[in-house]
């Protein structure tokens, strides 16, 4: 089991530039989660998947954001244009249940200038 | 509003203490799971109670639950200082809504 797998760890770009996150979820589980951490708002949930359609997305915070899960095996996580406030660590998590534990990838670090 | 609030925001301990952290949540909960985070890592499941327990146990690990009071307590006992790190709990609401929702964290630092 190789765990959530989740790249790039680090990202720096200019702001207004286009970013793409990836996650690659534990295979078997249905459910998919992303998650940004900041020191002031703590972890928030952005959106959730469940057997690759998107069931909740109330918590993308504009439409700048937008995030997709075309198979099983892979989602993205897209900002178009990014902004010096989207600068965070986003965090891909994966579960076989919505209410089961979830598994976390290490993040991806994301800093916006 | 955060549905798990953790408590105290801040703990430092020697090694060898046991180490208590609270928490609270707002509404009626399917279970309530902790977590905990090391520098520069993801979250990792520690363990999950559900709302018709009341305690469990996992190796120095024990979780408590008040669904009456809406509060957790997560003990560490006999801490060494690879407990060093941010705990959280994450409520799951139940009800057909999936997904957690969780505090800010306990930062604990064990002294060595």
């Known amino acids: 089991d190789a765990g959530v797998i989740q790249s790039p760890r680090h990202e720096v770009t200019e702001m207004g530039q286009e970013v793409t996150l990836r996650c690659k979820p534990i295979?078997?589980?249905?459910?998919l989660f992303w998650y940004r951490q900041t020191m002031m708002r703590g972890l928030e949930l952005l959106i959730y998947?469940?057997?690759?359609?998107?069931?909740?997305d109330s918590g993308m915070p504009e439409d700048r954001f937008s995030a997709k899960m075309p198979n099983a095996s892979f989602s993205t996580l897209k900002i178009q244009p990014s902004e010096p406030r989207d600068s965070a660590v986003y965090f891909c998590a994966t579960a076989r249940g919505g209410n089961q534990p979830q598994h976390f990838g290490d993040g991806t670090r994301l800093s916006i200038l | 509003s955060q549905q798990g609030e953790e408590d105290p925001q801040a703990l430092s301990i020697q090694e060898g203490e046991n180490a208590t952290m609270n928490c609270s949540y707002k509404?009626?909960?399917?279970?309530l799971q902790w977590y905990r985070q090391n520098s520069g890592r993801g979250l990792v499941h520690l363990i999950l109670?559900?709302?018709?327990?009341r305690e469990k146990h996992s190796g120095r690990l024990r979780v408590t639950l008040d669904t009456s009071k809406k509060s957790s307590s997560l003990l560490i006992t006999a801490s060494r200082a690879a407990d060093t790190a941010s705990y959280f709990c994450?409520?799951?609401?139940?009800?057909?809504?999936?997904?957690?929702?969780f505090g800010k964290g306990t930062h604990l630092i064990i002294q060595p």
């Open positions: 994450a409520a799951n609401s139940g009800g057909g809504a999936d997904g957690l929702t």
């Open positions: 998947f469940n057997n690759n359609v998107p069931i909740d």
């Open positions: 109670i559900r709302s018709n327990e």
């Open positions: 295979s078997g589980h249905d459910y």
């Open positions: 509404t009626s909960i399917n279970n």
